[in-house]
């Protein structure tokens, strides 16, 4: 039972996300209407629909923070506030940018097409592999089919597919992007500390794949206070993704760079919650933990997901 409808918030946290969030719009905007008139390539228009779909990823963690206004005969209206999607919308964030930072493969040009023809590949892959039930469907199935035979016969060809491995060409014609890394070694490789990166992960995942641990949170976080502390966690998770997303858009479009350095209390809150393995190291270097294996997404979260080391 709720035993209270009010809450405690951490309005410092919630003051800079409005205000990186406000950055993070004007830069995806601000490139997007100075290459209006351009042609530019395909995998920078698909990194601009990345982009907003990571922006309304973090619009949505930061509503899932009020009290839901739902009413209904057992919850009054703003009785809970829904913790666990937040944790679980934060994953999807989180991999989001992974993924984006994959793609944009430290500025190499060539590897960048061949990285953005298997994403497409696979996706195509996967569409193929539904079961169509009605005749439109039965075309888009066959359109799916032909275009992922078309994009394999390109990736085949490449020099950069002959250093897969067997096992991971295997997995990569099955339809995974990734073959050959895990999400341990994309963030490591897009500046979190691994060790951060391990802590972080299985316990969102927990949430989105209902473990236990995630189910006992939920049952013991009775009161406002409680729920939102938990989700306030995951907001600063939030903070450290547009800490980073600002500098790699930065990196990669003039204009997106120009609004971030002209951008003031922004531009400092940007680099503030910029994050890097450095700046984790005095924590969690000195961890005598594994940091080989890759995050499994069944392994026991703790109660709550480690705040970022923001105050450097």
Same mark, same amino acid.
Request: charged share 20%; hydrophobic share 40%.
């Given at each position: /039972?709720?035993?209270?409808?009010?809450?405690?918030?951490?309005?410092?946290?919630?003051?800079?996300?409005?205000?990186?969030?406000?950055? $993070?719009?004007?830069?995806? $905007?601000?490139?997007?209407?100075?290459?209006?008139?351009?042609?530019?390539?395909?995998?920078?228009?698909?990194?601009?629909?990345?982009?907003?779909?990571?922006?309304?990823?973090?619009?949505?963690?930061?509503?899932?923070?009020?009290?839901?206004?739902?009413?209904?005969?057992?919850?009054?209206?703003?009785?809970?506030?829904?913790?666990?999607?937040?944790?679980?919308?934060?994953?999807?964030?989180?991999?989001?940018?992974?993924? $984006?930072?994959?793609?944009?493969?430290?500025?190499?040009?060539?590897?960048?097409?061949?990285?953005?023809?298997?994403?497409?590949?696979?996706?195509?892959?996967?569409? *193929?592999?539904?079961?169509?039930?009605?005749?439109?469907?039965?075309?888009?199935?066959?359109?799916?089919?032909?275009?992922?035979?078309?994009? /394999?016969?390109?990736?085949?060809?490449?020099? +950069?597919?002959?250093?897969?491995?067997?096992?991971?060409?295997?997995?990569?014609?099955?339809?995974?992007?990734?073959?050959?890394?895990?999400?341990?070694?994309?963030?490591?490789?897009?500046?979190?500390?691994?060790? +951060?990166?391990? *802590?972080?992960?299985?316990?969102?995942?927990?949430?989105?794949? *209902?473990?236990?641990?995630?189910?006992? =949170?939920?049952?013991?976080? =009775?009161?406002?206070?409680?729920?939102?502390?938990?989700?306030?966690?995951?907001?600063?998770?939030?903070?450290? /993704?547009?800490?980073?997303? *600002?500098?790699?858009?930065?990196?990669?479009?003039?204009?997106?760079?120009?609004?971030?350095?002209?951008?003031?209390?922004?531009?400092?809150?940007?680099?503030?919650?910029?994050?890097?393995?450095?700046? $984790?190291?005095?924590?969690?270097?000195?961890?005598?933990?594994?940091?080989?294996?890759?995050?499994?997404?069944?392994?026991?979260?703790?109660?709550?997901?480690?705040?970022?080391?923001?105050?450097?």
């Amino acid at each position: /039972m709720i035993d209270s409808l009010t809450n405690e918030r951490s309005s410092e946290v919630e003051r800079e996300f409005e205000v990186l969030i406000t950055l $993070m719009a004007d830069m995806i $905007m601000g490139h997007a209407e100075a290459n209006q008139h351009v042609h530019p390539p395909k995998w920078a228009l698909d990194l601009h629909v990345l982009s907003m779909k990571l922006f309304k990823h973090l619009c949505s963690i930061r509503t899932l923070l009020k009290p839901c206004g739902l009413e209904t005969g057992t919850l009054p209206r703003f009785g809970y506030i829904d913790h666990s999607s937040v944790s679980a919308l934060t994953r999807t964030a989180v991999e989001n940018y992974l993924v $984006m930072y994959w793609l944009y493969s430290n500025g190499d040009e060539s590897l960048r097409e061949f990285r953005h023809t298997v994403w497409k590949y696979c996706g195509w892959k996967k569409r *193929s592999k539904l079961v169509p039930t009605i005749e439109e469907a039965k075309i888009s199935h066959q359109e799916a089919v032909d275009t992922a035979a078309e994009l /394999m016969a390109r990736i085949e060809a490449s020099p +950069y597919f002959k250093d897969y491995s067997v096992a991971d060409k295997k997995s990569l014609r099955k339809g995974n992007w990734s073959a050959g890394s895990n999400w341990n070694d994309l963030a490591e490789k897009a500046g979190l500390h691994r060790i +951060y990166f391990t *802590s972080i992960y299985p316990y969102l995942s927990g949430y989105t794949h *209902s473990d236990f641990i995630s189910c006992l =949170q939920i049952g013991q976080a =009775q009161t406002l206070n409680v729920q939102y502390s938990l989700g306030v966690a995951s907001l600063q998770i939030s903070l450290l /993704m547009i800490g980073h997303f *600002s500098h790699f858009y930065a990196e990669l479009f003039p204009t997106a760079k120009e609004i971030l350095e002209h951008s003031g209390e922004a531009f400092e809150l940007a680099t503030k919650w910029h994050i890097k393995t450095d700046d $984790m190291a005095f924590l969690y270097d000195r961890v005598g933990v594994d940091e080989t294996s890759p995050a499994q997404e069944g392994h026991t979260p703790g109660s709550a997901p480690p705040p970022p080391p923001a105050n450097r």
